[in-house]
């Protein structure tokens, strides 16, 4: 199926040819402001801010890195 006949047939539909959207507007927003705010930082700082990630979320890291 043409992406222009898929058009066709759901005209509301978005097409995110890069995984950059997961279908919530809320969720969307977040990231983009988390991304942000994380591209502001320095480099030292973005290390920061990822070792801090890590460790209040090691389970989540592990499981994101294990995909």
Do not use: Y
């Amino acid at each position: 199926m043409t992406v222009s006949t898929l058009v066709k047939l759901f005209p509301n539909m978005t097409i995110d040819f890069f995984g950059d959207s997961t279908g919530d507007d809320g969720v969307d927003r977040c990231r983009k402001m988390l991304l942000a705010v994380f591209d502001k930082l320095s480099p030292d700082d973005q290390l920061r801010c990822l070792s801090i990630v890590i460790a209040n979320f090691p389970d989540q890291v592990k499981e994101g890195a294990e995909k």
